[in-house]
């Protein structure tokens, strides 16, 4: 699975960014799709995830009620819509995909299989 994220860009803060990451092959549709960010200094950090079914969603407690995971399988592509966007969410966003759909580790980037190149999303206040 190759993964290509893209979406990033500059927002004010309280603004709103939708992410995609579209992947190639025909496996997506069993893959669990997660989104990582990483801020500059610090370590790669889970946002959310989604079942292969898109029927369960995880979130971290940063992000909950603003950010939200989507999939359509039929296009290849998971989504973030980001909302109530903060400086602090500011970094570099990875997607990626989990062979297993359910996984005890699935906020670790160990867990993922599969990484798409990042994309910058920059908020200022």
């Known amino acids: 699975v190759q993964l290509q994220a893209s979406g990033g860009g500059l927002v004010q803060a309280g603004g709103s960014l939708r992410l995609s990451c579209a992947a190639s092959?025909?496996?997506?549709?069993?893959?669990?799709m997660g989104w990582f960010r990483q801020a500059p200094g610090k370590e790669r950090e889970f946002i959310a995830r989604?079942?292969?079914?898109?029927?369960?969603?995880y979130y971290a407690d940063s992000v909950k009620g603003r950010f939200t995971i989507s999939r359509d399988n039929a296009k290849n592509t998971a989504y973030l819509q980001m909302i109530s966007l903060k400086p602090e969410d500011t970094a570099v966003y990875h997607c990626?995909?989990?062979?297993?759909?359910?996984?005890?580790?699935?906020?670790?980037?160990?867990?993922?299989?599969?990484w798409g190149q990042g994309t910058q999303v920059t908020v200022s206040s």
């Open positions: 990626a995909a989990d062979v297993s759909d359910y996984s005890r580790t699935y906020q670790h980037a160990s867990s993922y299989d599969y």
């Open positions: 092959g025909r496996t997506f549709k069993n893959r669990a």
């Open positions: 989604i079942t292969s079914s898109g029927i369960s969603t």
